[in-house]
């Protein structure tokens, strides 16, 4: 391992990762990085977005040789990003979410894809749940049927337009983008296509990230023999104010390069929210409301239909994203 700090050379790898009070899933992401990366010269940025619970601080006191930018408030992930790739002198970016704990040889596995693949763009690995089961590593790029059908459904209906986690094999695949949680980022593309897209506080900033680099003649693609752990947030799916967030930014990506569809998206997925709510509400009373799940569900999709019919105000920032 090279570990080098504040210089000018160029080095193989920049790490970033953004953090928002996760101090603990934080100093263990960070270790990961030092215990794995042993091969590639590289740096470390953290960019901490106004955390209250001590993680700038920790990583200052722990790891002292990692570049820490820290944010009085919450700018977001794209902003947060972008501060440390206009200072970053990696050849390659390597986002890291603070929830992501690297496996050995992941890194390895990505820098010598991206090196053996020189119209490659961006790439990622694959992630996995804490009990080591497969999560969905990559993401199609919004369209009319992503807007009317749950994801889910899409990959087993089209699995050759929509592929499905358990893809299976070891070859790298095309895909239309990347899970933003361990991806990495060639700075040639980035230099040519520009960096993330602040209007994106959460979500979808490296969806629209892909498509742009795309349209520039770049690849992306998912390696999964470049394995990466990363305790999402259950939370964060089923939770209001995170959907309303994720809503806002598929309308935004929407708006920007399918005005037609976009027009058209938020009246669409009300239906879809009014269908779940039906659902939902006769799975509680099926169960004479016993099953906690079945509420919750019943409860956010309710408000997400309120705050649809109210105009789609913008939520608040205060999310993790996770």
């Given at each position: 391992?090279?570990?080098?700090?504040?210089?000018?050379?160029?080095?193989?790898?920049?790490?970033?990762v953004?953090?928002?009070?996760?101090?603990?899933?934080?100093?263990?992401?960070?270790?990961?990085?030092?215990d794995?990366?042993k091969?590639?010269?590289?740096?470390?940025?953290?960019?901490?977005?106004?955390?209250?619970?001590?993680?700038?601080?920790?990583?200052?006191?722990?790891?002292?040789?990692?570049?820490?930018?820290?944010?009085?408030?919450?700018?977001?992930?794209?902003?947060?990003?972008n501060?440390?790739?206009?200072?970053?002198?990696?050849?390659?970016?390597l986002?890291?979410?603070?929830?992501?704990?690297?496996?050995?040889?992941?890194?390895?596995?990505?820098?010598?894809?991206?090196?053996?693949?020189?119209?490659?763009?961006?790439?990622?690995?694959?992630?996995?749940?804490?009990?080591?089961?497969?999560?969905?590593?990559?993401?199609?790029?919004?369209?009319?049927?992503?807007?009317?059908?749950?994801?889910?459904?899409?990959?087993?209906l089209?699995?050759?337009r929509?592929?499905?986690?358990?893809?299976?094999?070891?070859?790298?695949?095309?895909?239309?983008?990347?899970?933003?949680?361990?991806?990495?980022?060639?700075?040639?593309?980035?230099?040519?296509?520009?960096?993330?897209?602040?209007?994106?506080?959460?979500?979808?900033?490296?969806?629209?990230?892909?498509?742009?680099?795309r349209?520039?003649?770049?690849?992306?693609?998912f390696?999964?023999?470049?394995?990466?752990?990363?305790?999402?947030?259950?939370?964060?799916?089923?939770?209001?104010?995170?959907?309303?967030?994720?809503?806002?930014?598929?309308?935004?990506?929407?708006?920007?390069?399918?005005p037609?569809?976009?027009?058209?998206?938020?009246?669409?997925?009300?239906?879809?929210?009014?269908?779940?709510?039906?659902?939902?509400?006769?799975?509680?009373?099926?169960?004479?409301?016993?099953?906690?799940?079945?509420?919750?569900?019943?409860?956010?999709?309710l408000?997400?239909?309120?705050?649809h019919?109210?105009?789609?105000?913008?939520?608040?920032?205060?999310?993790?994203?996770l």
């Amino acid at each position: 391992m090279t570990l080098k700090q504040k210089t000018s050379e160029p080095l193989d790898m920049s790490f970033v990762v953004v953090n928002w009070n996760t101090k603990s899933l934080l100093m263990d992401c960070l270790q990961s990085v030092f215990d794995t990366v042993k091969d590639l010269s590289f740096e470390v940025w953290v960019v901490d977005n106004g955390s209250k619970d001590g993680s700038p601080e920790a990583v200052a006191g722990f790891y002292p040789q990692v570049n820490l930018i820290a944010n009085e408030t919450n700018r977001g992930f794209a902003a947060a990003n972008n501060q440390a790739f206009k200072q970053m002198n990696g050849r390659y970016a390597l986002l890291l979410n603070s929830d992501a704990v690297l496996t050995p040889g992941a890194v390895d596995q990505l820098y010598r894809f991206m090196e053996n693949t020189p119209g490659a763009g961006m790439a990622c690995g694959q992630l996995l749940n804490s009990d080591g089961t497969l999560q969905n590593s990559f993401a199609p790029f919004p369209c009319i049927w992503t807007v009317l059908f749950n994801e889910s459904l899409l990959r087993l209906l089209l699995p050759r337009r929509f592929p499905p986690k358990t893809i299976g094999g070891s070859r790298p695949l095309h895909v239309d983008s990347c899970i933003g949680a361990c991806m990495i980022v060639r700075r040639t593309a980035m230099e040519r296509v520009g960096f993330f897209d602040e209007g994106f506080f959460f979500f979808l900033e490296e969806t629209d990230w892909a498509y742009r680099m795309r349209k520039d003649g770049w690849e992306v693609y998912f390696v999964p023999s470049a394995r990466i752990f990363h305790h999402q947030g259950a939370s964060i799916g089923i939770s209001a104010r995170g959907r309303k967030m994720f809503y806002k930014s598929r309308y935004r990506y929407l708006k920007k390069w399918h005005p037609p569809l976009a027009a058209a998206a938020p009246f669409l997925i009300s239906v879809r929210l009014s269908v779940n709510a039906l659902l939902n509400l006769a799975a509680v009373l099926l169960t004479l409301g016993m099953h906690k799940s079945f509420r919750r569900r019943l409860s956010v999709y309710l408000e997400l239909i309120r705050w649809h019919l109210a105009g789609c105000p913008q939520p608040s920032p205060e999310v993790s994203r996770l």
